[in-house]
């Protein structure tokens, strides 16, 4: 599970030292996480389903600032479609049903989404959204900020809408790596229907 030693990897200085200790420090956690998750989700979503961890191949000056994993129905790749995705920043880790890089479909999705209020309108209050991958930054899912992301989903090419729960570095749950696990499984299990009915063939 994520400790202290995994929010110190963004403190090292350098690509290449800072690579290492996320191959060595959180890579390990997002597979043994994952593997779990795809074992639990793969039942619920009929499907096969298969991790990806981000190697951040196209860096070749600054290190990362943050990294992240995804579980998706596609062997070659994720983010052509809504996945799941499980990540650390400095200050949280992210588990988040995925809309990036501009996914095939996207407008489509954003249209399912605004007709389906009822996939994320009564999720619990800790639910929260993210409109740029890049950037650390959340706010609160409400009706009114989910409508806005998805208007934007729909007009905006490079836009994007993420949607999940945070574990602050700070939080109580890492004392408890077994609550930590479920409260993950739990936030993915409650997007669970939006992700089924975005999937576009």
């Known amino acids: 599970m994520f ?6 990897v963004f403190e090292i200085e350098g690509l ?5 200790a996320i191959r060595a420090e959180i890579q390990p956690i997002f597979q043994e996480l994952n593997e779990y ?8 979503m009929n499907d096969e389903l298969f991790i990806h961890i981000a190697q951040h ?42 809309l990036i890089d501009q996914p095939k479909g996207k407008e489509e999705m954003a249209e399912r989404l605004l007709e389906h209020p009822e996939w994320w309108n009564n999720l619990p209050e800790d639910m929260v959204i993210n409109t740029d991958h ?3 930054a959340y706010e609160p899912l409400t009706t009114e900020s989910m409508e806005k992301a998805l208007q934007r989903l729909k007009k905006v ?7 999940g729960r945070v574990i602050p570095k700070e939080s109580s749950l890492w004392q408890n790596p077994d609550q930590a696990q479920a409260y993950m499984l739990e936030t993915y299990h409650l997007l669970l229907e939006m992700n089924k009915g975005l999937q576009i063939e």
Request: net charge positive; with cysteine; proline share 6%.
């Open 3 to 8: 400790t202290e030693k995994s929010f110190a």
């Open 16 to 20: 290449d030292e800072r690579m290492a």
């Open 37 to 44: 998750f795809k074992e639990n989700l793969a039942p619920e």
């Open 57 to 98: 191949r196209r860096r070749s000056v600054h290190p990362p600032e943050n990294t992240w994993s995804a579980i998706s129905r596609k062997k070659r790749g994720y983010k052509m479609e809504a996945h799941f995705q499980l990540g650390i920043f400095p200050e949280y880790v992210f588990m988040w049903l995925s």
């Open 134 to 136: 890049t950037i650390c």
């Open 157 to 163: 090419k490079k836009s994007e809408l993420q949607i």
